[in-house]
């Protein structure tokens, strides 16, 4: 098995990063774990509470989130927190699952690959306290905004002005405009262009402190697929299996990128 570095696939929600994260999770050396930032994660997979949607994490604040998330990143099944919630059969059979699968994962020194949009504010942590290879996705404004409104999916800004540490690093110049749509209600098409012009202004200061990280458009990924995934795979030392080629071309060809944007 290779020695592969954790990876990390992100960028704001609806930016593709659910159809990215399942086609760099067909190589072998590594195993995927859906959005351990989410609320709705399994406890079994991480035990983390995370107060913030959209959490910014820091070495200032990482006292309660870095034994939880070095748990998920090494694969150790939280059994105790899982039993917590356990109501149906059908409770046991999925922890056993994932019990297994994490074990497994274990056992053979394969190495995570998180798909998680709500820990984009968290990339730079992340990819210093564990060693990640940060992927980080953009989607046009206009495609993010239409997806969003399509499943009428808004924005709670509380989520951002709360969290004091992170208004101080990237969004001290958009603080009044946070604290309006704190206070008054705005036209879901306002929340989703503020939402967006936010997340990737911390964007935009990646790019240029960690010149190692793909930023990459994913309209670019989706007009040529297997030349991006190509260049993907192997900056981040993991095989181009005919798996995930195959993959590629039946998910592309049975869309043309309709659906896919997830």
């Given at each position: ?15 593709g990063s659910t159809w990215v994260g399942n086609v760099l999770a ?39 989130y870095y034994d939880g998330l070095n748990d998920t990143l090494n ?173 590629i071309q039946e998910s592309t060809n049975y869309s043309q990128f ?5």
């Open positions: 098995m290779k020695n592969v570095k954790p990876i990390l696939v992100t960028g704001c929600h609806r930016s067909k190589s072998p050396s590594v195993s995927y774990i859906h959005e351990p930032f989410n609320g709705m994660c399994r406890p079994g997979k991480c035990r983390v509470i995370f107060p913030h949607t959209y959490m910014y994490i820091t070495q200032a604040n990482e006292e309660n694969f150790k099944y939280n059994i105790p927190a899982e039993l917590k919630f356990l109501r149906t059969p059908r409770d046991l059979a999925r922890l056993t699952r994932d019990y297994l699968i994490f074990f497994y994962n274990q056992l053979n020194h394969i190495s995570p690959l998180v798909k998680d949009p709500m820990a984009v504010l968290s990339a730079e942590w992340l990819a210093h306290r564990f060693q990640m290879n940060v992927l980080v996705l953009v989607r046009h404004p206009a495609a993010f905004v239409s997806s969003c409104k399509q499943l009428g999916w808004g924005f709670h800004f509380e989520n951002l002005l709360h969290q004091p540490l992170l208004i101080d690093k990237y969004f001290k110049q958009f603080e009044a405009e946070i604290i309006d749509h704190v206070n008054y209600e705005h036209e879901l098409i306002d929340k989703l262009t503020l939402l967006w012009k936010l997340i990737y202004t911390a964007v935009i200061d990646y790019q240029d402190n960690n010149p190692e990280w793909l930023i990459l458009r994913y309209e670019d990924i989706c007009s040529q697929p297997l030349s991006q995934f190509n260049h993907i795979f192997k900056t981040f030392n993991i095989e181009f299996s005919t798996t995930a080629q195959k993959f309709k659906g896919i944007f997830k």
